[in-house]
């Protein structure tokens, strides 16, 4: 998916993210909802409040959640680095309601993703933040948290 900036990504932006709240989710990857695109939306605050020490383009990601309520729109988005360094635990999906299982994911990620307005962007995260990324990022490339299983 090339940058198009007569798209509309700011309302598809909010249409992914209203879709995600509705469903009670803190991501949700494009191809989940009938869109074949590399992009997905993450709930930052609700990831946040289980993460430690994540920047976006090398600035202190805890103040820029809290000042900017909803999602992060990751389009293109590119794994730079996973951690060697792992974390278990509970992970559910969307696309499988009321499923949950233990998954063993890497505890740190580096992330480059195209944001909504098209700028090049960084995000090193880890905790729930690094998690999501990760689980976004499978369905991506067609996987499911079950696949790890």
Request: hydrophobic share 40%.
């Amino acid at each position: 998916m090339e940058w198009d900036p007569k798209f509309d990504y700011p309302g598809l932006a909010a249409a992914m993210e209203g879709k995600m709240v509705q469903a009670g989710g803190v991501g949700l990857a494009a191809p989940q909802v009938g869109i074949l695109q590399r992009f997905f939306v993450i709930a930052l605050a609700a990831c946040m409040e289980h993460s430690s020490g994540a920047t976006l383009d090398g600035r202190d990601l805890y103040p820029i959640a809290e000042s900017t309520p909803g999602a992060i729109f990751c389009m293109n988005p590119k794994i730079v680095s996973l951690s060697n360094k792992t974390q278990t635990g509970s992970e559910g999906c969307l696309s499988i309601p009321r499923r949950h299982e233990v998954v063993t994911r890497p505890a740190q990620v580096e992330l480059t993703f195209l944001g909504v307005d098209g700028a090049g962007h960084v995000l090193r995260a880890n905790g729930l933040l690094a998690r999501c990324c990760c689980h976004e990022f499978d369905h991506l490339n067609g996987r499911l948290f079950i696949d790890y299983l």
